[in-house]
């Protein structure tokens, strides 16, 4: 399985622009679908004789978006969507937020945690202390697209591509040519978050799923949680934290978009969705992309905010002004259970 990582939007907003979304996104390809993806792709960009240079987002009109979404509706892939509304927080509340969000990776650390492990959540404080607001706002979006994409993943593949879920691999868009120290703090964030996570909602299988390939993933995670905790193994070890290191396949790969189709795809997927909620793009060109969505309750897409009296981001109501983009995913969006599945009674 190959999940590429993009972003579209603002993440600060100095000017004070109201309703102003901005969104961070996965676009999870099976292996097995991949090439077929990439040359239908390939023959999509020759007929827009846009040149040889690599092609972005934000720079295409409604018909090529659209034709780019109906490529992928006929495979097996997977969008998911963090969105936040930027026009809710000042670049004061995000950097309170921020120091609460670091100073409560380590207030709580148990005393018999390993020096080690105790190190590593040191650095990690440190790295979000030191991370810009905007780059601190992407990785908690990315801190909730990721367990919420793996558990979908993993219900949608096993009922379908079970072979798919053996393997992980995410690639990250990288702004630079080198992966910078902010890009590295970003991607060492988000293991402990979801580790954290895995373990206070663990991963659920479904009882018709195939998972013999997912099976040999399964140990991993009961031998890091003795490591950092230096407790004996319990039997709740035993699915909770089911390999969060290795559904994330030791974690992030930095690649430079320009030669990678997939970091391509959903750049314009990306874009589409981010000028749809800010309006700057109309429905012949997005309409479609819920059917590259799961369909959930209440919509497919989720809201985040930052609540200052927390240091964990929440999910946020929807807001009247993109209610519409919200119907039209919601309408589209696919089911995670095959229809042939579901028990009619």
Not at 116 to 139: G, W
Not at 147 to 166: D, S
Not at 208 to 235: Q, W
Request: charge should be neutral; hydrophobic fraction near 40%; proline fraction near 5%.
């Amino acid at each position: 399985m190959n999940i590429y990582i993009d972003e579209s939007g603002i993440f600060s907003n100095p000017a004070n622009q109201a309703n102003y979304a901005s969104c961070v996104a996965a676009l999870a390809i099976p292996s097995s679908q991949r090439s077929d993806i990439t040359k239908g792709f390939r023959r999509i960009k020759s007929s827009w004789k846009l040149g040889s240079g690599e092609i972005k987002g934000s720079k295409l009109g409604e018909a090529q978006i659209s034709e780019v979404i109906q490529l992928l509706k006929r495979y097996e892939v997977i969008f998911d969507l963090v969105v936040m509304d930027l026009g809710l927080l000042s670049d004061a509340e995000i950097t309170d937020f921020k120091l609460k969000s670091a100073d409560g990776i380590t207030v709580n650390m148990p005393p018999h945690f390993r020096p080690e492990v105790v190190a590593q959540y040191t650095e990690l404080r440190q790295a979000f202390l030191e991370m810009p607001n905007v780059l601190f706002v992407q990785a908690m979006m990315l801190n909730l697209l990721v367990p919420h994409l793996v558990q979908n993943m993993l219900t949608y593949y096993a009922l379908r591509l079970p072979k798919e879920i053996g393997k992980f691999r995410w690639v990250v868009d990288a702004k630079d040519k080198s992966v910078t120290k902010n890009e590295k703090a970003w991607s060492t964030a988000i293991y402990p978050y979801i580790y954290t996570h895995s373990r206070e909602k663990p991963l659920y299988f479904v009882e018709t799923g195939d998972y013999s390939h997912f099976e040999k993933n399964m140990d991993l995670d009961k031998a890091l949680a003795r490591f950092i905790s230096g407790s004996p193994e319990t039997d709740s070890d035993k699915y909770g934290t089911c390999s969060v290191a290795k559904i994330l396949g030791g974690g992030f790969e930095f690649q430079d978009s320009k030669t990678n189709y997939g970091l391509q795809l959903v750049d314009i997927l990306v874009n589409a969705a981010q000028r749809a909620f800010n309006g700057k793009l109309q429905i012949s060109g997005w309409g479609e992309l819920g059917a590259l969505m799961i369909a959930e309750n209440p919509q497919p897409v989720r809201f985040i905010t930052f609540r200052i009296d927390s240091n964990e981001p929440d999910f946020s109501p929807i807001e009247n002004h993109f209610k519409d983009v919200i119907i039209q995913l919601k309408h589209r969006a696919k089911p995670l259970v095959p229809i042939r599945l579901i028990d009619p009674h």
